[in-house]
């Protein structure tokens, strides 16, 4: 089975904090994706990375910014944390051969 | 861009009857169409997933079904259950090696006992 994990499920973080939201996943998979979820506005893609140390803004980047290290792993970071960064954040991944994208269980992130 | 539409944004249905959620697509080169299940406090789960090469796909009680010619694709699901509550999101994608997927906004599907 495709395992994303999700360093926390749940952060409170003060204004102003640098927050770090990592991701792993076990599959080989070319392809990782960091996501916001937000009630009313569903599922919008902040930054992906088809390779490892490359990344492509996503509709929403401003504000954050990515890493991409190793192939499994995908960093997120809130470089000053905002309140209007409170969020549910979820990591992705897919194979450039299908494109079946798995999901992570997700981190909440309240930012105070 | 891509741009999904998806409706309704809520569905009550009864045990044992059928759900239909129907999206809109507005890319013509959209290739790929993924559904989601997204359970309180969890992840997105992809369900089934559809080609352009293809009308229709069925697995057990999901099946999905695409009209390019109209945009659309919908997902349906038979003999409802109580466990098939949750809300259900569609994606839309060019299929390029990136298979970055457009979203829908979601339905959420109770199944009443």
């Known amino acids: 089975d495709v395992k994303v994990t999700q360093s926390s499920r749940y952060l409170v973080k003060r204004t102003g904090e640098k927050v770090f939201l990592e991701c792993v996943q076990d599959?080989?998979?070319?392809?990782m994706f960091w996501y916001r979820q937000d009630p009313g506005l569903g599922l919008r893609l902040i930054y992906f990375s088809y390779d490892v140390k490359m990344k492509e803004k996503g509709d929403i980047p401003e504000g954050y910014s990515v890493s991409r290290e190793k192939k499994e792993r995908f960093s997120l970071i809130l470089e000053s944390a905002s309140t209007n960064q409170t969020s549910m954040y979820l990591c992705?991944?897919?194979?450039?051969?299908?494109?079946?994208?798995?999901f992570g269980p997700g981190t909440r992130l309240l930012v105070l | 861009g891509e741009n999904v539409e998806q409706h309704p944004s809520t569905l009550s249905v009864q045990e044992g009857d059928s759900a239909v959620i129907k999206c809109t697509y507005s890319d013509s080169a959209s290739n790929y169409f993924p559904w989601y299940k997204q359970e309180l406090g969890k992840g997105p789960q992809l369900i089934i997933d559809i080609r352009s090469n293809v009308g229709e796909k069925k697995d057990q009680r999901i099946a999905v079904t695409l009209n390019k010619t109209a945009k659309h694709f919908s997902l349906h699901i038979t003999e409802t259950q109580p466990e098939d509550s949750a809300v259900y999101f569609c994606?839309?994608?060019?299929?390029?090696?990136?298979?970055?997927?457009?979203f829908g906004s979601g339905t959420r599907l109770l199944v009443r006992p």
């Open positions: 992705a991944s897919s194979s450039w051969a299908t494109g079946r994208t798995y």
């Open positions: 599959m080989d998979h070319e392809n």
């Open positions: 994606a839309a994608s060019k299929g390029d090696s990136s298979y970055k997927l457009i």
